[in-house]
């Protein structure tokens, strides 16, 4: 839906009515990070080094304001001579660029035709053909090993009904109601889409100059996906669940291949498990795959495993690893495999050797991602820290820690900005766990002074928060607040039985955590414990609704698409597995659900609680968040529920973006202190 006025329009009304003291609105001295700059902030993304190492695919995302929505198109940068020239232009986005075999030609997806569709470019005369005209958008996008073929998937609907019906015959021309949904599986729609129709995830193959007619490979009752190539083009290898109970078996997948030439399946791994993911190696010989055993955690990190293409000799290659792997590509010479993985906050480059040895790569308090390794060792990555959004680099394996800057499309807008400093927090837990936070200075800070203090929670559960750069904490750092980010148990980073730490209890002592972070943010001398204030979304919109029925230390909170009644929600939400967060059904032990539910402790809140959701989120529908209001509003709490329309768990439009940064100062600002000598 188009706004009615544009988003300076938005910022600039919202500016009016968020107050004016100084820790709230748009700063107005040009050394501070003001609500203006987030419209003018672009990103490198998608980085694909070609095969020979000698050129660079990436995007470059940025604001488009008149559309009230994100845009991105297709860059490519020569490394001998850095010069950048741009592929695609226009008010679209683009996204998944893949090299060619032979490196003259890319193939990526656009939605420049209205949805997302394959096209293919020639390199040396920019010349676009759009291969597909799809109903549905496919995903994907390979190339066979020649170069003549391209493999992806796409949905295909189900017509049929399980239980069919034959109206009568109406007049010619009648103008009848909409037909009836009639459902039968255990889970219909997903957040961010809406009502899935029912049908499957299929691969096709299609020619790679001419498009035309996709070639469907697959077919069935079953999903389909992640189609990988062998090195002869004669199969393909990829991930699915062909058992036709999906949905009621926990996590299970397996890998299968199956011959291009009589499209005979064979399945290669058997266990109970996700196997996913499959990674064909240089010669053909083994196959890569990532999963792990199903059990009964909350929540399971992954390990990398290796077969041989026939099935054979499956084994473990890594072992504990802290989060699970990324970014899985292949040596080179198939000696082993580079992955990406969070640890800690930071992300950094790994190898681990077809026998199993793990070694690091590269080093440093960063957040690397988007690897892509060309065959003379050159590697193209995205990287970010504190005080960089994303910016595209370039390293060589055999020189990992001397990481050079290509593109930095930030460099003017924060040329001269005062940015928040940020320090590494650890501390002991209510029961000695250590966990690790940062808190995040006053963009103006001055020794001697106090400060009010904004705790940020991280949604999943099962996340990691970073050392990445966060435009909205270095925005209320501008406006004179500390910003702290904790990593309770629960996240990742740290290892499975770092996640283990929630398994039937959540919220729980994840609450523990978060206030010893508080507790030494405030040791550090600058925290007024006076002025507090606390936020997060989704997951973390849980934990602050737990958080204001079980302390009264936060002078305002803002709980952002919560969960309030687990018993509620298990059988509402977008998919079915939250109920195996719990020892029993809702049906079974109702106490169990109510002990864990922010609801249930509703009637402890002293804290001003705003509420603010998706009208359109299925994955923590606004119905949550209405439980929590329409409760505080009868035990006659301070509260208000902002709903934004046409939003789903996320937020898609830019506008809705900078409405919730206002909402949060608004509220703070309303409740709040200014900082104190």
């Known amino acids: 839906m188009q706004n009615s006025f544009s988003i300076l329009s938005v910022v600039s009304f919202l500016l009016i009515f968020s107050g004016s003291s ?55 940068m020569d490394l001998d001579t850095e010069r950048i020239r741009e592929l695609t232009t226009g008010s679209f986005t683009v996204s998944s660029p893949i090299w060619s075999p032979d490196a003259n030609r890319i193939a990526f997806l656009s939605d420049k035709s209205g949805t997302d569709q394959i096209h293919m470019m020639w390199l040396d005369t920019r010349e676009t053909v759009q291969l597909t005209n799809l109903d549905r958008s496919p995903s994907g996008i390979r190339w066979s090993p020649d170069g003549t073929r391209l493999s992806f998937t796409v949905f295909i609907p189900d017509t049929g009904s399980p239980l069919p019906i034959t109206l ?11 037909p009836a949904v009639v459902e039968d599986r255990i889970s219909w729609r997903s957040d961010g889409q809406g009502y899935n129709r029912k049908g499957n995830q299929q691969i096709f193959i299609i020619d790679s100059e001419l498009g035309g007619t996709p070639r469907q490979i697959t077919s069935g009752e079953e999903s389909h996906s992640n189609p990988r190539w062998s090195p002869d083009g004669m199969k393909l290898y990829f991930g699915g669940d062909l058992d036709p109970e999906e949905g009621y078996i926990r996590s299970n997948s397996e890998i299968h291949s199956i011959d291009l030439a009589t499209l005979e399946i064979t399945t290669l791994t058997d266990r109970l498990g996700p ?87 590269t080093h440093g308090v960063h957040y690397i991602s988007g690897i ?81 203090m904004l ?56 609450f ?17 414990e006076d002025n507090l204030f606390v936020t997060g979304s989704s997951g973390g919109g849980v934990l602050t609704a737990w958080i204001v029925g079980h302390t009264d230390r936060f002078r305002a909170a803002v709980s952002q698409r919560p969960v309030i009644n687990w018993h509620s929600f298990v059988g509402t939400t977008d998919g079915s597995g939250w109920y195996r ?49 329409r409760a505080l509003k009868v035990l006659d709490k301070e509260t208000l529920h902002v709903k934004l329309p046409d939003e789903y768990h996320g937020t898609r439009s830019v506008s809705h973006r900078l409405m919730i940064q206002l909402y949060l100062k608004a509220w703070f600002d309303k409740h709040g202190d200014e900082p104190i000598t």
């Open 168 to 178: 009568p015959a109406f007049p010619s021309g009648a103008q009848l109601a909409g």
């Open 512 to 528: 523990d955590d978060l206030m010893a972070g508080v507790d030494a943010a405030i040791d550090r001398g600058f925290i007024d």
């Open 22 to 76: 100084p820790v709230a609105g748009l700063q107005q001295t040009s050394d501070l990070l003001g609500m203006d700059t987030y419209l003018e902030m672009e990103s490198a993304g998608s980085p694909r080094i070609s095969p020979d190492g000698g050129h660079i695919l990436f995007t470059r995302g940025s604001v488009d304001k008149m559309n009230d929505r994100n845009q991105s198109n297709l860059m490519i």
């Open 275 to 361: 196997d996913s993911g499959p990674l064909v190696s240089p010669d053909g010989s083994r196959i890569a795959y990532t999963g792990y055993d199903q059990n009964e955690n909350y929540s399971n990190l992954s390990s990398v495993y290796l077969m041989d293409s026939d099935g054979g000799n499956k084994r473990r290659l890594t072992q504990d690893l802290p989060s699970s792997p990324g970014n899985i590509t292949w040596a080179h010479d198939g000696s082993g495999l580079f992955y990406t993985m969070g640890e800690e906050g930071s992300s950094n480059l790994y190898f681990v050797s077809t026998t199993g040895a793990i070694s690091k790569i």
């Open 581 to 629: 967060r719990f020892e029993s059904m809702p049906w079974e032990d109702p106490v169990e659900y109510a002990m864990r539910s922010p609801l249930h402790y509703v009637a402890n809140v002293t804290t001003p609680t705003m509420l603010l959701s998706g009208e359109a989120d299925l994955r923590t529908p606004i119905g949550q968040a209405e439980e929590f209001y």
């Open 372 to 452: 892509s390794i060309a065959n003379n060792g050159r590697v193209a990555a995205t990287n970010s820290t504190f005080y960089r959004p994303s910016y595209l680099v370039t390293f060589d394996l055999d020189q990992p820690d001397n990481i050079t800057t290509l593109v930095d499309f930030n460099e003017d807008v924060l040329d001269g900005v005062k940015l928040g400093e940020v320090e590494e927090i650890w501390t002991e837990s209510s029961d000695g766990l250590r966990v690790q936070g940062w808190l995040m200075r006053p963009a103006d800070f001055e020794p001697g002074r106090k400060y009010p």
């Open 455 to 510: 705790l940020w929670i991280h949604g999943g559960p099962v996340s990691m928060y970073s050392v990445r750069w966060n435009w909205n904490w270095q925005n209320f750092a501008a406006d004179g607040y500390a910003v702290l980010w904790m990593n309770p148990r629960g996240s990742t980073g740290y290892g499975q039985d770092f996640v283990n730490g929630i398994n039937y209890l959540y919220p729980g002592k994840d």
